[in-house]
């Protein structure tokens, strides 16, 4: 009795250990199913942009002190920056930054204006459609510089031509992207508003404003960037201040340094403005799931 019993114990034990690993089959099976892989870029890290320009800094510092460069052609990054202090100090340098942003930031904010006033009439009505997608289309066939000569003849010399460039410069790609995110809005939303009873108002406040401003962004940036561009060409027609003055004066002594004073600002400007504007769609659109966020 006791033989049949042991032999039916070590029987029913085999039995349970030759079904364990089947019971636990499932388990690692599920535990291999819930280990993805991570394809997203993972964390923002911290001051990320810098790294690009930091290392650039470094190549140039590296190359200037072991003589690789010419400093008559390329001076070093501390002969730049003596330089700048020596402009500062004197007095020109800020002089020449305060009217060259003040004219970036008149020329920038009329842009703004004509670029979302005329995305939203085109955007919204298919009157507005057909006067303004073609023409502002055909504006952007037209090189911009281009126009210069014939703006010149049209308002003088002065303030008012370089100011409606830069305008111009400003306004096309704002209204290209927000007008392409206008018409890329899904047409479900809009036969949702109709069927909840929207007025015209809070359609455009609840749904056209929402889905566009991805868009706008875009554009804003592109205008941002823009505007310098311009700028730095403007100045150097007919000017008496501004970087881009500054720069074309340097040029006829052959100072070089003073020049790469003048390329500096505008690229840190520049750089801060995109960083300012990416700060500001990153708050505003904190509601979107995105990659980059």
Request: net charge positive.
């Amino acid at each position: 009795m006791t033989a049949v019993t042991t032999t039916t114990h070590t029987t029913h034990t085999a039995h349970t250990t030759a079904q364990a690993p089947a019971a636990l089959a499932p388990v690692e099976g599920t535990h291999q199913v819930r280990r993805r892989r991570r394809l997203a870029p993972g964390k923002r890290l911290p001051a990320t942009r810098l790294v690009g320009p930091a290392a650039v800094l470094g190549l140039w510092s590296a190359a200037s002190a072991a003589g690789l460069l010419d400093p008559g052609a390329i001076p070093a990054p501390w002969t730049v920056l003596e330089t700048g202090s020596r402009l500062w100090t004197a007095g020109t340098l800020p002089d020449d930054i305060l009217t060259s942003l003040q004219r970036a930031a008149t020329g920038f904010s009329i842009g703004l204006v004509v670029g979302i006033l005329l995305a939203l009439a085109s955007g919204l009505t298919r009157t507005g459609e057909a006067l303004i997608d073609g023409t502002v289309n055909l504006n952007r066939a037209i090189p911009t510089l281009g126009l210069i000569p014939l703006f010149i003849l049209w308002l003088g010399i002065g303030e008012t031509f370089k100011i409606a460039i830069i305008a111009i410069v400003v306004y096309i790609p704002i209204y290209l992207n927000t007008h392409a995110a206008l018409s890329g809005i899904d047409s479900r939303f809009v036969e949702l508003a109709e069927v909840q009873g929207l007025s015209k108002y809070r359609f455009i406040r609840q749904v056209v404003i929402p889905g566009a401003l991805p868009g706008f962004f875009v554009g804003l940036r592109l205008g941002v960037t823009g505007s310098w561009l311009g700028l730095v060409v403007l100045e150097q027609i007919n000017a008496t201040s501004g970087l881009g003055y500054m720069m074309f004066q340097a040029q006829n002594y052959g100072q070089t340094d003073v020049i790469l004073v003048g390329l500096v600002v505008y690229g840190v400007f520049g750089l801060v403005s995109d960083s300012a504007v990416r700060l500001i769609e990153r708050r505003v659109l904190s509601w979107r799931r995105t990659l980059s966020s």
